[in-house]
């Protein structure tokens, strides 16, 4: 399928340079506010109505979805927050820290999701699985947490498609923006091999496990519609890893993960103990 069709894109780039220049600048002023009132933090809500009424009905529901280890943040994400209500006034906005995604899940998936999803044992590959069960479940728009958009996104997802996925500087599919419909077929493909990964336990990455690379594998990049990030939704602009992570001691997944192993092994999995005899 072929890329879906833009506004001009040449405005939208110009636009997109515009933000970032400005996101940049109140990165670094950030710096300067944190270092006055550095336990300063401001809170996500878990629910938020439309800043204006929807005009139309749409495929995909019009709400943003976004997770994070605390609904306490710093100027920056919380900045970014603001920034995408902004840039999408007519979409409802719905948070959820670890503990509701865990809830979530219990509450709408079955013994066998349930269990394969409690075996993640860091905070990304979580949020990985959870960004597509609940999309699965309510449809809608999930934006990873330091991700904007540059351009409206009423424009960006029309009214009449059925989901849309990113596609990064090297052309290849993400999972930092996705928007879909409930009971998507794609998106029930890409649940099932996650669950697949999880239960096999042979890879160490959370990229390849639960991240882009089920995407990449598992998509054809043809026989979806896509968007270029360049023409909808970036990253790091406002915020970047140091407030992102500031509360929390493990840091970033791609750390976090030489430490930790991605997957909790089974009891079958469990190393024998060492006969001390």
Not at 92 to 114: G, L, Q, S, V, W
Request: proline share 7%; with cysteine; aromatic share 12%.
């Amino acid at each position: 399928m072929p890329t879906r069709p833009t506004t001009n894109k040449t405005l939208i780039v110009v636009v997109s340079r515009f933000i970032k220049l400005f996101a940049n600048i109140t990165k670094l002023l950030s710096y300067v506010f944190h270092a006055i009132v550095p336990n300063k933090r401001f809170t996500l809500p878990e629910r938020s109505a439309p800043w204006l009424a929807p005009k139309n009905d749409s495929a995909v529901p019009r709400i943003i979805w976004q997770t994070n280890f605390t609904n306490k943040v710093t100027l920056p994400v919380y900045l970014n927050y603001l920034f995408n209500r902004l840039m999408a006034p007519r979409f409802e906005y719905r948070f959820m820290i670890t503990e509701a995604r865990k809830a979530f899940i219990a509450e709408h998936y079955n013994k066998d999701i349930n269990q394969q999803y409690s075996r993640l044992q860091i905070g990304a590959a979580q949020a990985d699985f959870w960004r597509l069960l609940v999309l699965q479940k309510h449809g809608g728009v999930y934006l990873d947490i330091d991700a904007h958009a540059i351009w409206p996104l009423g424009s960006v997802i029309p009214n009449d498609i059925d989901e849309l996925y990113v596609t990064t500087r090297k052309g290849e599919l993400s999972n930092y923006f996705i928007a879909s419909k409930p009971n998507n077929p794609n998106l029930a493909l890409l649940i099932e091999q996650i669950s697949v990964n999880i239960k096999k336990n042979e890879l160490t990455n959370v990229f390849d496990i639960t991240g882009p690379g089920v995407f990449i594998q598992w998509l054809t990049h043809a026989n979806v519609p896509t968007v270029s990030y360049r023409h909808a939704c970036n990253q790091g602009s406002f915020t970047n890893e140091h407030f992102q992570y500031i509360d929390k001691k493990a840091g970033k997944w791609t750390r976090e993960q030489k430490t930790v192993a991605v997957i909790a092994p089974t009891a079958a999995e469990e190393p024998p103990p060492n006969d001390a005899n």
